[in-house]
C-alpha cells in the first residue's frame, strides 16, 4: 500500500496532457481539462473513498528526506514555465472560437492555478532557498507573487482570526470574500515588508522591496512571452498578454475558493485583547478523500499543516477531532460559487462539530 500510494501523487501530471489534447482535438474537447477535474475526481472521490491512514511517526524523518516527493514538485515547477509559454504560442497561432478559448483558458488555469499554487504553496514552506525560489517562480506565472510573503508571514500568523484577510467568516458568501482577501491579502503582503524593511534600516521605495520586485518580475516575464511570441509568428500578439493576464486571473482565483473553503467560520480562541490561542488542527477544514488528496498533494490535509507548516505533504496526518469536509475540493469548490447551498450544507455541519468538539473539550477537563 505504501509504494502504491507513493506513486498517486503523480495523478496531477494527467492535467497538461489533459489540456493539450483538448486544444489539439478543438471545439468542446476544450472542456476536457474541467470534466475530468469537476466531474471525474469528484466521481473517484466517491467510488474509492476516505484514506484516514497516517505514517508511523518513527517513519516520518525517512519518508520527509525521500528525493522522490521533491523530484515530482521540482519537476513540475520548471514543467509550468514552459507550459504557460506553450500557451501563449498556441492562443497565438489557432483560430479559436469564443467557447473554445473559454475552456482553454479554463483548462490553462486549472494547470497553473490548481496544480501549479499547490506546488508553489508545498516549496513556499520550505526551508532552502532552492525550494523558494520554485515557488516564487511558480507564482510569477499566475501573477500572484506576493502571496509568498503573505501567506507564510501573514495567513499562518493570524490565521482563523479577524485579523486574517484569507479566512472566510461564518455566513460570508465567496463573492463578499473575494474582494477582501485579494486585495487584503496584497495590502498585508505590502505592511509585512515595509516592517521588514524598517526594521533594516531600508528604504521601502528600492529594489530592496520585494513587493516591488515581484511585480517588476512578473511584468518582464509576461514581456518576455509577449516579445517571444511576437518574434516567432512575426506580428504584434497583444493576445499573449490578454491571455496571460486571463489565466492567472483563474488561476488565483482558484487559491482563493480554494482559502474560502479551508477555514470557513473558524476562529481561534482571544485569550487576551489582540493575542490568540495556538493554531491547532481544529482551526482548519480537513478532507481525507483519496483520489483529490493525491491529486492535490495533500493539500486538503489542511488541519495539520496549519498546525505543522515544516511538513512535507507525503508526512501530513489526518486528526479526527478537526472538521472534516463532506467532499474534496474540486466538489467544493463547485459548491462555493453558490453561497445558499453552501451554507445549507455547509453552517449544520460547522454547528455540528462546534457542539460535539466543545462536548468533548469539556469532558477531556473534567477528567482532567
Not at 496584497?186 to 513587493?211: D, P
Request: net charge positive; hydrophobic share 45%; proline share 4%.
Amino acid at each position: 500500500m505504501k509504494a502504491f500510494k507513493k506513486f498517486t501523487y503523480l495523478i496531477g501530471f494527467i492535467l497538461p496532457p489533459f489540456a493539450y489534447l483538448g486544444y489539439t482535438l478543438g471545439g468542446w474537447y476544450n472542456y476536457l481539462t474541467p470534466a475530468l477535474v469537476f466531474l471525474i475526481l469528484p466521481l473517484l472521490d466517491v467510488i474509492i473513498g476516505l484514506d484516514s491512514t497516517n505514517p508511523k511517526e518513527e517513519e516520518v524523518p525517512s519518508l520527509q528526506n525521500e528525493k522522490f516527493y521533491r523530484f515530482l514538485t521540482y519537476i513540475w515547477a520548471y514543467m509550468q514555465v514552459g507550459f504557460v509559454a506553450w500557451a501563449c504560442y498556441a492562443i497565438a497561432t489557432t483560430t479559436m472560437q469564443t467557447y473554445e478559448m473559454i475552456g482553454f483558458i479554463i483548462s490553462i488555469g486549472l494547470n497553473t492555478g490548481g496544480i501549479g499554487i499547490t506546488v508553489a504553496h508545498e516549496l513556499g514552506h520550505k526551508n532552502t532557498k532552492y525550494e523558494q525560489f520554485l515557488s516564487k517562480m511558480i507564482y510569477m506565472t499566475v501573477c500572484y507573487m506576493h502571496f509568498f510573503i503573505e501567506h507564510n508571514k501573514g495567513h499562518h500568523v493570524n490565521v482563523s482570526t479577524p485579523d486574517d484577510p484569507a479566512t472566510s467568516r461564518l455566513n460570508e458568501s465567496f463573492y463578499a470574500f473575494y474582494p477582501r482577501t485579494v486585495i487584503g491579502g496584497f495590502t498585508s503582503a505590502w505592511s509585512i515588508e515595509k516592517k521588514r524593511l524598517q526594521k533594516q534600516g531600508k528604504a521601502v521605495w528600492s529594489f530592496s522591496n520585494e513587493m516591488i520586485n515581484f511585480v517588476l518580475i512578473t511584468l518582464a516575464f509576461a514581456g518576455s512571452l509577449f516579445a517571444g511570441v511576437s518574434f516567432l509568428t512575426g506580428e504584434i500578439q497583444w493576445i499573449v498578454l490578454c491571455f496571460f493576464f486571463l489565466q492567472s486571473w483563474f488561476g488565483f482565483s482558484l487559491l482563493e475558493l480554494v482559502n474560502y473553503i479551508e477555514h470557513y467560520g473558524l476562529r481561534r480562541k482571544e485569550i487576551t485583547p489582540g493575542k490568540f490561542e495556538k493554531v491547532q488542527p481544529v482551526h482548519s477544514w480537513n478532507a481525507n478523500h483519496f483520489v483529490s488528496n493525491a491529486f492535490l498533494f495533500h493539500l486538503q490535509r489542511h488541519s495539520d499543516h496549519h498546525a505543522n507548516a515544516g511538513r512535507r505533504y507525503q508526512s501530513l496526518r489526518h486528526f479526527e477531532e478537526s472538521p472534516q469536509l463532506p467532499a474534496g475540493y474540486e466538489a467544493m469548490i463547485l459548491l462555493a460559487l453558490f453561497p445558499p447551498l453552501w451554507k445549507k450544507i455547509m453552517n449544520p455541519k460547522l454547528e455540528k462539530w462546534q457542539s460535539e468538539f466543545f462536548k468533548k473539550s469539556k469532558q477531556g477537563q473534567v477528567a482532567a
